[in-house]
């Protein structure tokens, strides 16, 4: 008799363990069910309408040409001229955005997507820079200014130099190739920045840009200064630099970066992407490198916001 009590109970175990693995297992398949349909309606926003946005911080670009020795097919050497580009940033940046997040402006049945439109505005200063004895063309200089996903901004960023303000114009190449739109404002089309971006100037940057979930800026400047709020409680940050003061509360959070290593570090790495691979890897949040063992290493790049459900 105890012998099939036993194994009445050993039996009324295993039937309910099958019965909790059976219900775990439906569970598991719901929630990563609507994982799926959660991340193809997000896939889908990213693709018709905007996408996570990354910024990078204006630089100054300068073409000049050089004599170089070059080799014809047959292995003739010849003088020829290559055009290169030099790059010059800012020496201070400081930066403020002001988030206005949503939760109600993409949504389908149970599936919501969180969207911001972030007021950025930045101040900055462009010292005289020191360059090498080059044959500079000043009259083909451009002040840059990436966007990652242009569909994304109200109006054409401008920028305030010496009480002027100058818009930036969207490049014709758009972002598909390089995943940034290389917005710039050319000395071709305003020769009275010749001077100043020979001799340094201050500027005021304003734009109003639109994205999904994440926002990254990308600083170039020698030193950055960086401060956030929005109107959003439940916020990850993450990215090159973590933000050293910050706070959330009831739907506010505030954030605040302070670095002086990160702009020179960037800038490099911008200089040195020769692919549009490469470039995408910024708007993705991560820069790509072979080590000394020819290993290739991802880096985190930008200061990042995460707005989360």
């Not at 004599?67 to 014809?72: F, H, S």
């Not at 002001?98 to 969180?114: L, P």
């Not at 050293?244 to 960037?266: D, V």
């Amino acid at each position: 008799m105890r012998s099939n009590f036993l194994t009445f109970k050993i039996i009324a175990i295993t039937i309910l363990v099958a019965l909790f693995w059976i219900g775990l297992l439906f569970i598991s398949t719901l929630v990563s069910e609507r994982q799926g349909y959660q991340q193809a309606f997000l896939r889908e926003i990213s693709q018709n309408n905007i996408s996570p946005q990354t910024v990078i911080s204006p630089y100054i670009r300068v073409p000049y040409t050089e004599i170089k020795t070059c080799l014809d097919d047959k292995k003739v050497a010849y003088s020829c001229t290559e055009e290169q580009w030099v790059y010059i940033s800012a020496d201070s940046t400081q930066w403020t955005a002001d988030f206005k997040v949503s939760d109600d402006t993409y949504k389908r049945t149970i599936y919501r997507a969180i969207s911001y439109t972030a007021n950025l505005t930045a101040k900055g200063i462009f010292q005289k820079p020191t360059l090498e004895n080059k044959d500079y063309q000043w009259n083909r200089a451009e002040i840059m200014f990436p966007v990652h996903d242009p569909r994304g901004l109200d109006t054409q960023p401008t920028l305030k130099i010496l009480n002027k303000n100058y818009t930036f114009e969207m490049s014709p190449k758009g972002s598909d190739a390089s995943g940034f739109d290389f917005m710039r404002i050319s000395t071709k089309n305003y020769p009275e920045l010749i001077n100043a971006i020979q001799n340094g100037f201050s500027f005021d940057l304003a734009t109003n840009i639109t994205g999904l979930g994440k926002f990254s800026l990308v600083p170039t400047s020698r030193s950055v200064s960086y401060q956030a709020k929005g109107n959003w409680a439940d916020i990850k940050y993450s990215g090159q630099n973590l933000p050293f003061a910050k706070t959330s509360t009831h739907q506010q959070f505030t954030a605040q970066w302070k670095n002086i290593a990160l702009g020179h570090q960037n800038i490099s790495k911008l200089i040195d992407c020769d692919t549009s691979d490469c470039i995408r890897q910024f708007s993705q949040g991560y820069y790509t490198q072979e080590n000394a063992y020819d290993v290739e290493q991802s880096q985190r790049i930008g200061l990042s916001v995460l707005v989360q459900i």
